[in-house]
């Protein structure tokens, strides 16, 4: 099956620097890999997503990267504010046995990231 | 984006009986739901995959008869904790979606503790 490995557990960075969250999965059929806000105890909130047919994709301050053939993506927050505080998880996509339908997300573990005022 | 419930949002139970979990699409039919599980200060797990009409897939893990899962509408996705122990307790979490490679919408997860 498919694994996400996601980097760092904890970000730290200064208000107004720049963030980077790096992923890396195994399972080269996947092809949607969405990113996920979650902040305690409440749902996860999809920031931003790309698909294997994009290179590279960019919502304001927001950004994410897919390198299909090294099999890596990357979430890039630009201007960090106080509220971009929050647990990030990276997740791709895995086949359904079915063959049909949509498909379950594998997860990261997750990246606590900090904006130091 | 689409709207997704869950019921109830607590529930304390005694260790032994059954809790059911509600998971619904409000603005939208879902054809398939997905279940998943997250402890504390750690990530989401996928459970099971959700298909109207038809029976849940499981991950490799997860015990089907032990988490019961029942879709019985294009709106609904039911799971059933049966004959829960304290190592059930966990947040779960329910999602749907509008098909292959579209954005799951997460439910707002249902705290469990079982005593």
């Known amino acids: 099956g498919e694994n996400v490995e996601q980097h760092p557990s904890t970000l730290s960075v200064q208000e107004g620097d720049s963030a980077v969250i790096k992923c890396t999965y195994s399972d080269s059929a996947s092809n949607y890999f969405p990113w996920y806000k979650q902040e305690l105890g409440k749902r996860p909130q999809l920031i931003i997503d790309?698909?294997?047919?994009?290179g590279e994709k960019k919502d304001q301050r927001i950004a994410v990267t897919l390198n299909k053939t090294a099999k890596h993506f990357s979430l890039h927050i630009t201007e960090t504010q106080p509220e971009d505080s929050a647990v990030y998880f990276c997740a791709a996509s895995i086949r359904g046995s079915s063959g049909g339908g949509a498909d379950g997300l594998t997860f990261g573990k997750g990246t606590h990231l900090i904006i130091q005022p | 984006g689409a709207v997704v419930s869950q019921h109830p949002s607590r529930v304390i139970c005694k260790s032994g009986t059954s809790v059911k979990i509600e998971c619904r699409s409000l603005?939208?039919?879902?054809?398939?739901m997905f279940w998943y599980r997250q402890f504390p200060k750690q990530s989401l797990m996928l459970m099971a995959t959700?298909?109207?009409?038809?029976?849940?897939?499981?991950e490799q893990g997860v015990e089907k008869d032990k988490f019961l899962i029942n879709h019985a509408s294009l709106t609904l996705s039911t799971l059933t904790v049966t004959s829960a122990h304290p190592e059930d307790s966990s947040f779960y979490i329910c999602?749907?979606?509008?098909?292959?490679?579209?954005?799951?919408?997460f439910g707002p997860g249902t705290r469990l503790t079982v005593l």
């Open positions: 790309i698909r294997s047919n994009v």
């Open positions: 959700s298909n109207e009409g038809s029976k849940a897939t499981y």
């Open positions: 603005d939208f039919q879902a054809t398939t």
């Open positions: 999602s749907a979606s509008l098909g292959r490679g579209y954005e799951q919408f």
